[in-house]
């Protein structure tokens, strides 16, 4: 067995369910044995391992997984909480280890004034499982997704490797790792770029009287750089039909006229001013709120996709229209974003072909645990829908996919992917949940 380890390795049972469950509460598969570095030369050394006895190799980061991709059974699973450090913050850049949470990024950067350029809505997310997804918040349009601001990384590879990757040195596994789904290495440290943060910041939630109202409003604010940040958001009401908002948030102190030329409804219009924190940390109130009714570890079968601007008002308001209650949860929500696609560049995060598109999330948060086989198969209809109409997949979302699906979501991504797969893992060692080079068994809970 693994010896001379600067961690721990660990087979007992409570170790090893803790591993086959993740925030989906959808899939589980139980590892053979689950391993708590203490650097990256354990991660190394825990593949290695893995390759020469046939099993597979997993990191695990918060298990925010809502489909089981973390992952593994029989196999290795590495927690890499264990693996914390935020490094010395430098004027643009802070070094962080991939187990860090983007909350522990934050407490080293705000008091220098700074933040990383890209963050998650949610700040208890790891940064190396973040990364290996491609990262969405509230800032896309104007910074890119998380994995774009990434300025090098260090990565264990399906080799057992220790390798430094960057845009200037070993771009092919940089750009194979960034959105890459843990296929060719595993995220051990990131650098992270920097920009200055306002103390303050001024939110607007707007309202409007239906979809095509906030779209516009949307494509206007998306033409220029007043807010900061623009989400959109779809929200069943109480008596049936759907409200609309978006929640806009400005740095510091906005001009008087920054909701100029908007056509929403003024009077229910509501602004506020919070510390950056606050505004960072909006989301902690509803985790609350689930964790106090329970609704935290009931099933969270949650699907994003991506929408170009050309159908997305056919395509929104046609999935708006199947949509029930039940199908959301009293928490859940449809949110629909819009941001510029040159701001993303990381070439395995696909995205439609229009310059502007929208990130189309359904949020189910249902009551009960009973519906969540139903709707993980209305995840793959609406997705086959979405696609059909030019959509593109967000892969951290509650669907099966097949290589086949994989391949079709790639395109032309897909053969230099498959090459930086043949060269830094070719024993298909890494991250199986996903199965985009094969499939695996997949039980999902009913």
């Not at 990130?359 to 189910?364: E, S």
């Amino acid at each position: 067995m693994l010896t001379a380890l600067e961690g721990e390795i660990r087979f007992d049972d409570a170790a090893r369910a803790a591993a086959a469950e993740d925030f989906g509460h959808l899939v589980h598969r139980t590892p053979h044995a689950v391993l708590r570095p203490a650097s990256a030369r354990d991660v190394a050394a825990a593949v290695r391992w893995a390759a020469r006895h046939g099993h597979r190799f997993a990191p695990q980061g918060r298990r925010h997984s809502v489909f089981g991709r973390s992952q593994v059974a029989d196999g290795v699973v590495a927690d890499m909480t264990a693996l914390r450090t935020v490094h010395a913050v430098e004027d643009d850049r802070v070094a962080v280890d991939a187990g860090a949470t983007w909350r522990d990024v934050l407490a080293a950067t705000l008091p220098h004034g700074c933040v990383p350029a890209g963050l998650p809505d949610y700040l208890d997310l790891s940064v190396g499982g973040t990364l290996a997804v491609g990262g969405l918040g509230a800032r896309i349009s104007r910074t890119g997704a998380l994995c774009d601001n990434v300025l090098d990384l260090e990565v264990v590879t399906g080799r057992g490797e220790i390798l430094a990757c960057s845009p200037r040195d070993r771009v092919e596994l940089f750009d194979a790792v960034r959105a890459g789904l843990g296929q060719v290495g595993v995220v051990t440290r990131a650098t992270l770029a920097l920009v200055p943060a306002s103390r303050h910041v001024h939110r607007y939630l707007l309202s409007y009287p239906d979809l095509p109202t906030m779209l516009a409003d949307q494509r206007l604010l998306a033409g220029d750089d007043r807010f900061g940040a623009v989400q959109g958001a779809a929200l069943a009401g109480p008596t049936g039909g759907w409200t609309f908002r978006l929640d806009a948030v400005a740095d510091g102190d906005p001009a008087d006229d920054v909701l100029a030329g908007l056509s929403d409804d003024r009077q229910q219009a509501q602004v506020t001013t919070l510390t950056q924190l606050e505004h960072l940390d909006r989301l902690s109130r509803l985790e609350q709120a689930l964790r106090a009714n329970g609704q935290w570890s009931l099933p969270h079968p949650w699907l994003t996709m991506f929408v170009g601007d050309a159908r997305v008002e056919a395509v929104v308001d046609a999935e708006l229209r199947r949509l029930t209650p039940a199908d959301l949860g009293p928490f859940g929500q449809v949110a629909l974003s819009a941001f510029r696609r040159r701001s993303v560049t990381s070439p395995l995060l696909r995205l439609p072909a229009d310059d502007l598109c929208y990130a189309f999330n359904l949020i189910r948060i249902p009551a009960t645990g009973d519906v969540a086989a139903r709707l993980v198969a209305d995840n793959r209809e609406v997705y086959e829908r979405v696609r059909a109409a030019g959509g593109t997949l967000y892969p951290p979302s509650a669907l099966p996919m097949s290589p086949e699906d994989w391949r079709e979501h790639l395109g032309p991504a897909f053969g230099p992917f498959r090459e930086a797969k043949q060269t830094f893992d070719p024993d298909h060692v890494l991250t199986p949940g996903y199965e985009v080079f094969e499939p695996s068994n997949r039980v999902v809970a009913p």
